[in-house]
């Protein structure tokens, strides 16, 4: 009978009562046995009623986590304060701990009671930004000039709740599950030190988080395929020779040069790449000249290469230099040029956002889920880790459902709805516990 009443409760009381419950539990079902020679019967749960269950009930700890970590925000490399409060909070869940791991990211491992070898990693970012915040918060940043304004507190909030869901059924779990709570996601940097430090060692699939504000709090987007861009760095020197203003014909203008070849390779991008297979080439920064009246010889500039497909990729540091050779040949100009490789695209894997997007259907209504038609052409280093196994990243929703604005990510003005935090863990933690039945 005190089964039966917690079911009635949390049916008809705490999806009306709880904001951060925005779904109804399956039911559980009768199971008869013989007990003492006769007829009896319980109810059994099933393992999603039991992660909700214990999502609810750690929701107000995951409200606190989250704001603790979001008015504590640390810069890229520098997350001393948020790995030891993750450390500590592993600890206290049972979860066994690895610091120092990628410099200040952090490892947590549970272990399952089946003989699957298989080991799923789940990672999550911890870093924040250079930003000042300029929400009015009660818990918005102490830090003067550093900011969540990417969501990372909520992905170290939703893999600690899920690590303390999975600590509590870890003996219905059939193989071993791997936390990477990751620094640095900022500046490209953290999963490569992860990935060094042997975060990836015998993994054999991964899946990540990332809030998005477009999507509505207590919905998900699962995106088959690419999912973010390839970002390289890109700078591009070019050496003329001075000469006075009024006399050009004398001098080789690296000025005009320059401007020449940032229209060059505009042009050249619609008329000689597959519009099918985009490729997004921005200066963002010009060096260059000494005086109004002087003829510029050297110009710097710098700028990023965003691409989807990895041939295209490839094709991209011959592709460019070519350009940029005929068109300082053409005016006697010289060049170099440094291109640097920076994260790959994230490629979601076919058969793991399957496993995404039917946990998440099960344990939400199916119209909570958005399969995205497109990709962004930003940028994630989640793709470090697919180097080394097959993942998949989902988009957690996060924008208020009644407000016109929901500031974009990087805004001073960025807020999540709250109520998310619980969708991101119910996901990940369910989607964790099938996929070793996923196959
Ligand atoms: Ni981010």
């Known amino acids: 009978m005190e089964i039966k009443y917690r079911f009635i409760h949390y049916n008809s009381i705490f999806l009306t009562m709880n904001p951060f419950f925005p779904f109804p539990f399956p039911p559980p079902q009768k199971v008869t046995f013989l007990y003492d020679g006769k007829q009896a019967c319980r109810l059994v749960f099933s393992m999603l009623t039991r992660i909700k269950d214990l999502a609810i009930k750690l929701a107000p700890r995951l409200i606190e986590i989250r704001r603790h970590i979001h008015s504590h925000p640390e810069l890229s490399g520098e997350e001393y304060q948020t790995a030891a409060f993750v450390a500590g909070v592993l600890s206290s869940s049972g979860v066994h701990v690895q610091e120092g791991i990628g410099k200040t990211g952090v490892i947590g491992e549970l272990e399952g009671t089946g003989n699957d070898n298989r080991l799923l990693a789940i990672r999550t970012d911890m870093d924040a930004l250079p930003i000042q915040e300029r929400t009015n918060l009660e818990y918005a940043s102490r830090q003067q000039g550093i900011m ?24 219905e779990l059939p193989g071993k599950i791997r936390f990477l709570f990751q620094p640095a996601e900022e500046i490209a940097q953290g999963a ?100 109004p009246n002087v003829i510029a010889d050297h110009v710097q500039l ?42 790959p695209s994230v490629q979601n894997d076919y058969v793991l956002t399957q496993l995404l997007q039917s946990s998440a259907e099960e ?9 995205l038609p497109e990709p962004s052409l930003g940028a994630e280093d989640f793709s470090v880790y697919l180097e080394h196994a097959p993942g998949s990243m989902f988009r957690l929703g996060v924008g208020y459902k009644d407000r016109s604005i929901n500031h974009p990510l990087h805004h001073p003005q960025f807020e999540v709805d709250e109520s998310a935090i619980i969708t991101g863990v119910v996901t990940m933690a369910y989607s964790a516990y099938k996929y070793w039945a996923h196959g």
């Open 192 to 291: 490569n030190w992860m990935v060094a430090d042997g975060a990836m060692e015998n993994v054999s699939a991964v899946l990540g988080i990332h809030v998005f504000p477009s999507i509505p709090a207590g919905s998900i987007g699962v995106r088959y395929g690419a999912l973010t861009a390839a970002a390289d760095d890109l700078e591009i020197i070019i050496i003329g020779e001075s000469g006075h203003g009024a006399r050009p014909h004398e001098a080789i203008d690296a000025i005009w040069i320059a401007a020449q070849v940032i229209t060059t390779l505009q042009q050249a991008i619609s008329r000689t790449q597959n519009p099918l297979r985009p490729v997004v080439l921005s200066i963002g920064k010009i060096n260059g000249g000494r005086a």
């Open 148 to 171: 969540h304004a990417c969501g990372h507190d909520v992905h170290t909030t939703v893999g600690l709740g899920t690590a303390m869901i999975l600590s509590q059924v870890a003996e």
């Open 363 to 371: 344990a939400f209504s199916s119209d909570r889920i958005q399969v």
């Open 302 to 343: 710098l700028g990023t290469v965003r691409s989807l497909h990895p041939e295209t990729r490839a094709s991209l540091p011959e592709w460019i230099e070519k350009i940029i050779a005929n068109v300082c040949n053409s005016y006697g100009a010289s060049y170099q040029v440094n291109y640097r490789q920076g994260v």
